[in-house]
Each structure stands twice: as C-alpha cells, then as structure tokens.
C-alpha cells in the first residue's frame, strides 16, 4: 500500500514543476544581453525569449516585438517551442492521471491495485514532461553558450542566461522529482505460501481392555 504523505508531495512538486515550465514558456527573459564589451550602453537592457525580443529603457519602459515569420526563426528556437508546449501539454494530461490514482479522491475507490497504477502512469508522465522541459531549457542555453563564445561573434551581440531558463531548470527538477515520488505507488504483489496441509487428527485408541 502506498504511502498517502508521500504521494501528495510528489503530486504537489509535479504540479508546481508544471506551473513553472508555464512560467518559463511565457517569459521574454530566455537571454539577455551581455555588457562585455567596451561600447555598451548601460541606459537599456535587451533580452529575448521564446515568442518576443524585448528593449527595457531605464525609465521603466518596455518595448516588445513579436516574432512575425515561423520559418524566419532559428532550428534550436523552434524546437525548443515545440519541446516546451510538449512538456506543458505532457504535464496536463499527467494532472488529471495522477488525481485519480491519489489515495484521498474517491475515484476508483473499489479498485485499489487499479487506482494506484494511475498514480504511477501519472508519475511517469510527469517525467516525460521534465525531461521535455530539460531537454528544452538545456538546449537553448548550450546554444547561448557557443554563440557566446564563438569568436565570429561580435562582442556587442553576445546574450548570457536568462531568468526565463533558471527558472525552466527549477521546473524540470520539481516535475522530475514529483513524478518519481508518484511512481513510488506501483503496486506490490503480494506474496503467496502454499496452503498448509492439515495434520491428521490422531484416532482414538481401540484397545480391549484384559482382564
């Protein structure tokens, strides 16, 4: 029988992962500039994100650009698009899964061993979500990191980490490790002994009695 404690938190960090890989979707911070070289104008702060790039003006004002063209964007851009809404869609379906194996809904109450591999096929789908997340947020940053350090690149045009992927990071982990939990509840077999033999009950004795 699975540990209830324990179930609920795995649920409640697969679902806070959830929320954050929403959060890291719709952020513009994926990279930001970088003031590396001797030129920079400090007065404003540059960053993209998956669907917009953004101009931050030191008045507090912000000025966003949709990206227009699909086939205009970068092979990593787009599948890191597609990686993410994956991982998101991933984690909603796992929502609903898990919710019915959870030991304190009454669904599927009449079927224990049923309700709990619910739970464990929501676990894993939590994981397959983390893992797009990760696959995702890793991938964007590795290309952030070759830009950065490619010597073809002009020093004024070189992006660092953004909040956007920290917080992407934190989201695969929460929904890796919520999801592991929740496959803690597989259903273990019981073990079955063979049935004892009864012992045969001693006779009563059929002795004469001599004289």
Known sequence: MANAGLQLLGFILASLGWIGSIVSTALPQ???YSYAGDNIVTAQAIFEGLWMSCVSQSTGQIQCKVFDSLLNLSSTLQATRALMVIGILLGLIAIFVSTIGMKCMKCLEDDEVQKMWMAVI???????SGLATLVATAWYGNRIVQ??????TPVNARYEFGQALFTGWAAASLCLLGGALLSCSCPRKTTSYPTPRPYPKPTPSSGKDYV
């Open 30 to 32: 994926w990279k930001i």
């Open 147 to 152: 830009e950065f350090y490619d010597p073809m």
């Open 122 to 128: 929501g676990g894993i789908i939590f994981v397959v």
